[in-house]
């Protein structure tokens, strides 16, 4: 079973303690609430966790825990899905916390702390956990040597096995290098059968069920290179509070940076396709509308999407500026909904050029990105009807993407956007075909009407005046 197509197990946070070594800060808020650069702590956190990729978070509560819940609410405007357990009167320690929180949480779920910051892949840590045969649960570590905090985890990674060898939070030894980074990940049947042998009432913490599962073997270890940043302590909360304000400040340079430069590329990109588009194609055009008009015939805009709406914007344009009597099947949503409702999507433009009485005076004109195929199912309206059309006898033209599809095959003259970028192939296909067909429609051989600003002449400067 591979994690890539599952949804991560849900998080519980542990956020029920009294935050004694924050007073007086915490004396009447919770630790969560501590404000770090410029909001709630547990804003921090949960914002982390849906960039994560993380849907369901379960927070274990205890010590003005409903403060938490105000602000939090149901999660939806973290984008997540957030439930509640309280510990209640009595407080029950962190692992006490967890017990009482397990009707809430699936067959596998993720623990972390509510003063912490990390620095992990949580779908990383799920995949191991899903290449674990028996272990009961899996604990980041992180090579600390008594750097932030003192080491408590003996953990010795020999090829696919990573084993936590010993776990101790109170009486670590000279072996222990690593500490617990912060998070772990379980099964919940291990949790279950561990805590049916202890007193409900009694106090328990989470490190005593990881020392339990360490010294039975049945505890893996995670291993990260990149330190944690927690709020315990008035020196821990400062540092945090400067790591965070440095990376949104460079969080801000580095997007600053990316929209100008996707500005700038983007439109490079336009002025070089400006230069290489086939001027030809639009000669060619430019001859069979003219002859179209000439001879009393129609142009029928054909387009899908954003396409649709070019469509119905170059109809106007033909008819104003150019005089030519044009029409387009979206423009007409009941006719259009009631075709493809009867008669299905693939014939719900060739339908209605029927209906039209598409002769071999008439033209149409296809707005589109793929330009349509039949084999992979795209736009294949497009292609019954540019069928149907060459059945008529009508001209076929096109201002298509890509390599231009069924319409470039079949098209009397056709304009096809080069891919430059295949991260904006629709964009700038879109935003030539209005290029184009406005180049087109302001062409002195097809120009009848003047268009508004062009026919109001500035008036001349007063004498004196430069």
């Not at 927690?230 to 969080?251: F, R």
């Not at 054909?302 to 387009?328: M, T, W």
Request: with cysteine.
């Amino acid at each position: 079973m591979s994690s890539k197509s599952h949804q991560l197990p849900t998080v519980v946070i542990l956020a029920g303690g009294l935050a004694q070594r924050l007073r007086p800060i915490t004396e009447t808020i919770p630790k969560a609430m501590v404000e770090v650069a410029g909001a709630p702590f547990i804003y921090h956190q949960l914002e982390r966790l849906k960039k994560q990729g993380v849907f369901d978070v379960v927070l274990c509560l205890g010590y003005q825990g409903n403060q938490i819940e105000d602000y939090v609410g149901d999660g939806s405007r973290f984008g997540l899905h957030v439930k509640y357990a309280y510990d209640g009167e009595k407080l029950l320690g962190t692992g006490g916390a967890i017990r009482n929180a397990l009707p809430l949480l699936g067959d596998v779920f993720y623990v972390t702390y509510g003063d912490t910051l990390l620095d992990v892949s949580y779908r990383d840590v799920f995949e191991c956990f899903l290449k674990s045969q028996n272990a009961f649960g899996i604990m980041t570590v992180l090579k600390n040597q008594n750097r932030w905090d003192r080491s408590n985890t003996e953990y010795v990674a020999e090829s696919e096995s990573r084993k936590i060898i010993s776990y101790h939070k109170k009486n670590p030894t000279p072996k222990m290098q690593y500490i617990d980074y912060g998070l772990s990940i379980f099964r919940k049947s291990a949790i279950e059968n561990w805590f049916a042998t202890k007193d409900r009432e009694s106090l328990i913490d989470l490190s005593d069920l990881l020392t339990d599962f360490a010294n039975h073997g049945k505890l893996q270890g995670f291993e990260v290179t990149k330190r944690f940043y927690e709020i315990g302590t008035p020196e821990s909360l400062k540092e945090t509070s400067n790591m965070i304000e440095e990376n949104s400040k460079k969080e801000k340079t580095q997007m600053d940076k990316s929209i100008k430069q996707y500005i700038q590329t983007y439109m490079s990109e336009a002025a070089q396709l400006c230069q290489i588009l086939d001027v030809s194609q639009m000669e060619n055009m430019v001859q069979i509308m003219t002859e179209v008009r000439s001879q009393g015939g129609r142009l029928f805009f054909l387009g899908v999407g954003g396409s649709a709406a070019n469509a119905s914007h170059a109809v106007n344009d033909f008819r104003k500026i150019a005089g030519i009597e044009s029409y387009s099947p979206t423009d007409n949503v009941s006719e259009l909904t009631a075709r493809i409702n009867d008669d299905g999507w693939a014939t719900s433009f060739s339908n209605w050029l029927m209906g039209s009485r598409l002769s071999n005076r008439d033209a149409v004109f296809v707005f589109s990105v793929g330009g349509g195929n039949e084999a992979k199912n795209v736009s294949p309206n497009i292609v019954t009807a540019l069928k149907f059309a060459k059945e008529r006898g009508a001209k076929i033209m096109g201002i298509v993407g890509r390599d231009g599809g069924y319409t470039a095959q079949v098209a009397d003259a056709c304009v096809i956007i080069p891919t430059l970028n295949k991260e904006t192939i629709t964009p700038h296909a879109e935003a030539f075909q209005a290029v184009v067909w406005h180049m087109l429609v302001s062409h002195p051989a097809m120009r009848v009407n003047e268009m508004k600003w062009e026919s109001i002449r500035a008036p001349e400067a007063s004498a004196g005046h430069a």
